[in-house]
């Protein structure tokens, strides 16, 4: 459902906006909510346990990095594209999580 989601965000900014670089990007920030929330049900469907501590760790984690990265590349924080990138890369992380627990779980129903 999340790749649904992006996929209309895509289409509804493509028409309004005409840039489709610039709408991609838009999808992008406007549904990496719904990857997380994807990992996290499925996660639960999965192995019957929430693992939303592990998620939010994960989150933050990344936050951190990106953030000591964002620091030692340009000497300062620049708050507006700081807060971007990192939720620009939670979404990638997300996005490839889902794609891989959505594999795995196909694979363990099916077998």
């Known amino acids: 459902v999340p790749i649904l989601g992006w996929y209309l965000i895509y289409i509804i900014t493509v028409k309004v906006t005409k840039n489709k670089p610039k709408s991609i990007r838009l999808a992008s920030d406007g549904s990496a909510v719904f990857f997380i929330a994807a990992v996290y049900f499925i996660s639960y469907e999965l192995w019957g346990r929430s693992f939303l501590g592990v998620i939010l760790a994960l989150f933050f ?44 779980g196909l694979m363990s129903r099916i077998i």
């Open 61 to 104: 984690l990344l936050a951190f990095f990106f953030t000591i990265a964002h620091w030692k590349i340009s000497g300062d924080i620049y708050t507006t594209k700081l807060i971007k990138g990192i939720w620009r890369l939670n979404f990638m992380i997300f996005f490839f999580i889902y794609i891989v627990l959505s594999a795995y």
